[in-house]
């Protein structure tokens, strides 16, 4: 069935380093990718996306490419901030699977000043 | 414009009990998705509404079910707490019950603890 594997935290970075959270996923057809990020005490937001291969989804200064040939959504971001300190998910779904989310077990990111 | 809303926030039961859970999509999203984020088995997929009806459900037991009400408004039951079901549990709601470009928007979630 689908899946969806990132690196295991926690993450702990010192302010303005580069970040790479790895993502890989299985899944039949094109599904669509996400990153999700929890903020401390807050429910899950929607971070970026993309729906087909080879797009690149980017916000906040975060942007992760879907790259179907090795079946990876990494997210990176290029200097972290302290207020970046959240845990992140990637996801995906397919249509076929009606809706239904598939999601990765979370990263913990700390970000130290 | 207000996001997805549940409540309560915190919830205590004791084994055997039966919860209640409630969530308010965004206005105008029809479809509500209910979630499970217990400790060490990350966030898993538990039942999806749309238009007042149950379109799909994850691999949970009998006991947690749920509903739409007319306005989209959704409720999560779960019956016969038993101390596993202690989890953090997210609602979302996104504008049409398609996968590819209808991202789904959470809300803060209500935590459950069962003593």
């Known amino acids: 069935g689908d899946s969806v594997t990132q690196m295991e935290g926690p993450v702990t970075l010192s302010e303005e380093a580069f970040l790479t959270i790895n993502c890989t996923y299985t899944?039949?057809?094109?599904?669509?990718l996400f990153w999700y990020v929890q903020y401390p005490g807050e429910g899950l937001q929607l971070l970026l996306k993309a729906t087909k291969a080879d797009d690149k989804g980017s916000n906040k200064g975060f942007e992760a490419t879907y790259r179907k040939e090795t079946t990876s959504f990494h997210l990176e971001k290029g200097s972290v901030q302290v207020s970046d300190s959240a845990v992140y998910f990637c996801a995906l779904m397919r249509f076929s699977s009606a809706s239904k989310i598939i999601f990765g077990s979370g990263t913990r990111l700390s970000i130290r000043p | 414009e207000a996001g997805v809303t549940q409540s309560p926030t915190h919830l205590i039961k004791t084994r055997g009990q039966q919860a209640t859970l409630r969530c308010s999509p965004i206005s105008g999203h029809t479809s509500v998705y209910w979630y499970q984020q217990a400790l060490g088995l990350g966030l898993q997929f538990l039942l999806w509404?749309?238009?007042?009806?149950?379109?799909n459900r994850g691999n949970f037991p009998p006991r947690f079910s749920g509903r739409q009400f007319p306005n989209y408004s959704s409720e999560l039951n779960v019956n016969a707490l038993e101390l596993e079901d202690s989890a953090l549990y997210l609602c979302?709601?996104?504008?049409?019950?398609?996968?590819?470009?209808?991202?789904?928007?959470f809300g803060d979630g209500t935590r459950l603890s069962i003593l």
């Open positions: 899944a039949t057809g094109y599904p669509s």
């Open positions: 509404y749309d238009e007042g009806e149950e379109r």
């Open positions: 979302a709601s996104s504008l049409v019950p398609t996968g590819a470009n209808q991202p789904q928007h």
